[in-house]
């Protein structure tokens, strides 16, 4: 009954919060070859579209979870509601991985078949970078209460990516174009870091339900 | 005035504007700051000749190879792409490699044939790279150009056979002597050392200048209707036009301030490192203005504009498709970087004084344009904000009733 009542929740959360944000990451994933030439890439070459782009998709994913109730009057609704905000923020974030790791897949699995160098770690790194930045965004936005400041910190933190690669050290979001190892587990774990802090900050501090 | 002061006041206490300060001052730490602990006195690099022999022979031999491997690298967007053409247009290559080389079809057979083959990574594919393929006496350099430009159009821009970049892809030399001193005394003696280093603290403040204003700008537009006041703000008895361009004002002010700061670290640090040396103690304070001051107010007005009408961060959006537009897909060089409608002009280098003044009238050109395009979008978002108090528009939903874009936050 409990995991209906979520699956209703989710259905209506991705119809009229998400979906947009849904499309546009499908989006940021049909411009690729636009952008980017994705056939008969070596495996540092293919490194580049393979992480610039779903850093996109997870900014564009993770950083508006807290969107909905930006609204006073939602707010006010959600409030009253008897289903804890905590699980249905993590149903969020659940389906927005579900989709970021589809959508870095099929990304892979296309330009695997163009003949470029593409592996599974490589998706799963993809994803790590995915996963840290917008798990940036998303805590950002839950502690100041505010998701354009989730937006500004995750996209500048991108652009300080093509800027400053040994300053950033292990939480380099490009290492695979750069062949740096050892940065993928340290974003992944940080990324998880960030969501549950941003959690408990929210439960603590704001005495969210 | 007295608006003007709540609208800072409030601007100070945001979290918006807080991040804008860090991430502002993050950015010139890191770039300008660590670029220019060092004394310099000449880029000391290399240099693009207009050499026509040099620039002809190099692009034939990269476009030889580049045809037999079928394989062009292109950076339309600022990103490597590479490019397979089709029989119709690669047999417009070979017509245009035989009318440069002056090879009939067998001759030409025989200089593909030369080729040296070469395997990238761990791919099997055979790749020809060429060298010493020489350019048929007497070919006119215009006609060159023509053909590169036939070229680089067939692959869909941005490749090295753009005219405008052979010289820069095919003709870099050491710089002379003679140039490293002309360069030293122009830095010294003209540049006065501060003009040279504000012109380097532009290229760089700029590029953070041409995004990080349109995030504060969207939310203090869209913070009357989180906190539920807008309506309370429409009854008041203020000309929307007044409140408008009050609350500009406030942002332009505030979020000059990090940049203004950074200008006194500048010439700080400049006075540290070159003492000793007779500078300009203003050039920080006159070039940062006019070259900074449209790129703040055009971020600024597109993030008040589009908020306004869209009620959401498609401000956002937008400007970073500009913003990558106008710094991820300049062309090289980064030096005097400036057309007539550029947003964010480029001289990456406290040096080439005479390329930049070379393009003085585009940039005061762009910069006077980019100043009234910022003041035009911002009189439309007065309109707008008439009209939303008047009752008689309610902002553009992109989709549909419910939608996120149309999230009142």
Known sequence: MVSGCLARIAYSDVRHNFLPHYLAAVGVLLITPVIFGLSELTAQMAAQPLEIMPLLMGIILLTPILAPEQNECILETVRSKKMSRHIVNAMRIACALVLLSVLIFALGWYMRCNDSEVTVKMCLGALAGAFAIGSLGFFCAAVTDNIIVGYMVSLMYLIMNFFLRRELGKFFLMSMTYGIKGCKPVLAVSGAVLIAAAMIYRRAVKNER | ?409
């Not at chain 2, 920080?284 to 790129?295: A, D």
């Open chain 2, 1 to 409: 005035m007295m608006l003007f002061r709540i609208e800072c006041k409030k601007i100070f206490r945001s979290a918006a504007f807080i991040v804008y300060c860090a991430i502002s001052l993050l950015f010139f730490l890191t770039n300008y700051y660590s670029d220019c602990a060092d004394v310099e006195y000449s880029s000391g690099g290399s240099v693009a000749v207009e050499d026509h022999d040099r620039i002809m022979d190099g692009a034939l031999n990269s476009l030889m190879g580049d045809y037999a491997s079928n394989r062009y690298i292109c950076y339309p967007y600022g990103f490597y792409k590479s490019v397979h053409l089709k029989e119709k247009k690669r047999d417009k290559v070979k017509e245009y490699l035989k009318e440069i080389t002056g090879a009939d079809d067998k001759g030409f057979e025989e200089i593909l044939s030369k080729g040296e083959v070469y395997y990238e990574g761990y791919s099997t594919e055979k790749m020809y790279s060429y060298h010493d393929i020489p350019v048929k006496e007497g070919f006119e350099y215009e006609r060159f150009c023509e053909i590169m430009a036939d070229v680089d159009d067939m692959l869909g821009g941005g490749s090295i056979y753009d005219p405008e970049n052979l010289m820069y892809s095919f003709s870099l030399v050491p710089m002379p002597e003679e140039d490293i001193k002309a360069e030293q005394d122009a830095f010294i003696k003209e540049d006065k050392i501060t003009g040279g280093l504000a012109r380097l603290f532009c290229d760089y403040v700029g590029i953070d200048l041409g995004i990080l204003p349109v995030f504060a700008a969207a939310w203090l537009t869209a913070a009357d209707r989180k906190r539920r006041m807008h309506e309370l703000v429409y009854t008041r008895d203020i000309s929307s036009v007044k409140l408008v361009f009050a609350r500009y004002a406030a942002l332009l002010f505030t979020m000059f301030i990090p940049v203004a700061a950074e200008m006194l670290i500048a010439l700080i640090q400049a006075l540290v490192v070159y003492r000793g040396e007779s500078m300009d103690m203003l050039a920080f304070f006159k070039l940062p203005m006019i070259w900074l001051i449209p790129i703040l107010m055009f971020s600024t007005a597109v993030g008040v504009l589009l908020t306004e009408v869209f009620s959401s961060p498609v401000a956002i959006l937008v400007q970073v498709v500009i913003w990558f537009r106008s710094v991820v897909m300049t062309d090289f060089p980064l030096s005097g970087e400036t057309g007539k409608f550029t947003l964010v002009c480029r001289h990456n280098t406290a040096f080439g004084r005479e390329i930049f003044l070379a393009g003085m009238d585009d940039f005061i050109f762009s910069r006077i344009f980019w100043t009234i395009v910022s003041l035009a979008m911002m009189l439309l978002a007065a309109a707008v904000y008439s009209a939303k108090r008047g009752g008689s528009f309610n902002g553009i939903r992109l989709f549909g009733k419910d939608s996120i874009f149309r999230r009142k936050a």
